[in-house]
């Protein structure tokens, strides 16, 4: 299956998962359940299959991502649309990464060795900014994701680190202020890896990487972005860009 023709046959069954009550998936999983983030990457020795068998376990795959939906476990699901590694996320309401990496290892895509499941977090983002949408919604709207990778000068311990955080902060509420930027928070300073924290903008990508290169912690170094085109259903997140 064509990479056109595979997101034209996910399209609707993305709209089908995004119709499941998203009231229900602001319930809590628990006591001490926070926000988890899992990408899914393709690994460089996924299994080839079929286009019957392709379009099968696509099928599950989005009838498990509808299960944990009702399960008040899934909060935001959506593919990305550049043609890279980066499949698609899922934004998952769990009691710990351990919890949330075995969610992720159930899905039937993971399971079949076509998605790998790398969980961050917690993800610390602002109260609200991840909402229950109408249930009249409906449709897919586009969005800029960036990950925000370790940048040459990331050194926490440093009095200039933290000068320039204090820095950043504002210029996030401001351009989100200005209707720019949907939902954007860092995962926890021990978490290893070169992943620092996920943003996702309203706006295009030319115009989102002009806004990073303003943005404080890319200019000093602390951060390095990388740029995706991503979609997920409309109400979910504060308005993006119409589908093309």
Not at 94 to 105: F, G, R, Y
Not at 185 to 200: C, K, M, N, V
């Amino acid at each position: 299956m064509t990479q056109l023709k595979c997101r034209l046959f996910v399209f609707p069954l993305l709209l089908a998962v995004l119709s499941v009550p998203f009231h229900a998936q602001f319930q809590p999983a628990g006591d001490h359940a926070q926000l988890f983030l899992v990408l899914l990457n393709r690994p460089a020795n996924a299994p080839q299959l079929s286009k019957e068998a392709g379009e099968k376990l696509q099928e599950e795959h989005m009838a498990n991502i509808r299960k944990m939906a009702a399960e008040h476990k899934l909060v935001i699901a959506g593919p990305f649309m550049d043609d890279t590694t980066l499949r698609g996320i899922f934004v998952l309401r769990a009691e710990s990464a351990a919890q949330a990496q075995e969610w992720a290892n159930s899905d039937p895509a993971v399971k079949a060795g076509r998605l790998a499941a790398e969980v961050h977090g917690p993800w610390d983002v602002a109260p609200g900014s991840i909402h229950a949408p109408s249930p009249t919604e409906s449709g897919m709207e586009q969005y800029t994701l960036v990950l925000l990778m370790r940048g040459e000068h990331w050194d926490p311990g440093s009095a200039d680190f933290q000068a320039t955080v204090r820095q950043h902060l504002p210029y996030i509420q401001e351009i989100t202020a200005q209707g720019k930027l949907a939902v954007a928070g860092p995962f926890p300073l021990a978490e290893p890896g070169d992943l620092r924290g996920i943003s996702i903008f309203r706006v295009d990508e030319e115009q989102t990487a002009q806004l990073m290169k303003d943005d404080p912690a890319v200019k000093a170094g602390l951060l390095k972005p990388q740029l995706h085109p991503w979609i997920t259903g409309k109400g979910v997140l504060a308005p993006g860009q119409a589908v093309h």
